[in-house]
T-cell receptor, first 113, second 117 residues
Framework: GESVGLHLPTLSVQEGDNSIINCAYS??????FIWYKQESGKGPQFIID?????DKRQGQRVTVLLNKTVKHLSLQIAATQPGDSAVYFC????????????FGGGTRLMVKP | GAVVSQHPSWVICKSGTSVKIECRSL??????MFWYRQFPKQSLMLMAT?????????EQGVEKDKFLINHASLTLSTLTVTSAHPEDSSFYICSATGTSGSYNEQFFGPGTRLTVL
């Protein structure tokens, strides 16, 4: 994914519903894909990662899906809670490029009580 | 574990002055530290990569003489914004990598908000 524009896309969901946040990436040579959560005025917080040779990985209330055919990554949050409200970024990691991270543009998740 | 701190958390300075931001890995040795800049409602943009004891590698478009990076120890990197101008106002975030895990996961600091008047 590439950082684009000045307006973050926003996903608004009702508390308790499931959320799906999407990300498109461009570099097929990436080794890992990582999802981060960033609350206002704070640094990014690691949520979950997935290796490029996998297509699904589950964590606590979160699932990451990787579709290498269309270069698409998604983060699914089950039973979304108000505390999940934040900006979510996907990032690509290339081990052979000094473990550089390239961040996507981000999506703002707003959870309505 | 894997805590990264930044100091200060926010700073306001006058145009033309220099500002130093510190990034520390508190409970691990960071072989590599990264500096990012984030403008409002935008993503993180990598500014430079710094390895302990060597010169930083700057991304294209980032002026190395304006953004001085020093990585003097395995737990401390500093970013100095020299002759700051209002357009340098931004949120500066550092990250650090150790050697654990299957890849060198980056642990992020809480960020420093710089406002240049």
């Amino acid at each position: 994914g590439e950082s684009v524009g000045l307006h973050l896309p926003t996903l608004s969901v009702q508390e308790g519903d499931n959320s799906i946040i999407n990300c498109a990436y461009s570099n097929s040579a990436s080794d890992y894909f990582i999802w981060y959560k960033q609350e206002s005025g704070k640094g990014p917080q690691f949520i979950i990662d997935i290796r490029s040779n996998m297509d699904k990985r589950q964590g606590q209330r979160v699932t990451v899906l990787l579709n290498k055919t269309v270069k698409h990554l998604s983060l699914q949050i089950a039973a979304t809670q108000p505390g999940d409200s934040a900006v979510y970024f996907c990032a690509e990691n290339r081990v052979n490029a000094g473990n550089m991270l390239t961040f996507g543009g981000g999506t703002r998740l707003m959870v309505k009580p | 574990g894997a805590v990264v701190s930044q100091h200060p958390s926010w700073v306001i300075c006058k145009s033309g002055t220099s500002v130093k931001i510190e990034c520390r890995s508190l409970d691990f040795q960071a072989t590599t530290m990264f500096w990012y800049r984030q403008f409002p409602k935008q993503s993180l943009m990598l500014m430079a990569t710094s390895n302990e004891g060597s010169k930083a590698t700057y991304e294209q478009g980032v002026e190395k003489d304006k953004f001085l990076i020093n990585h003097a120890s395995l737990t401390l990197s500093t970013l100095t914004v020299t002759s700051a101008h209002p357009e340098d106002s931004s949120f500066y975030i550092c990250s650090a990598t150790g050697t654990s895990g299957s890849y060198n996961e980056q642990f992020f600091g809480p960020g420093t908000r710089l406002t240049v008047l």
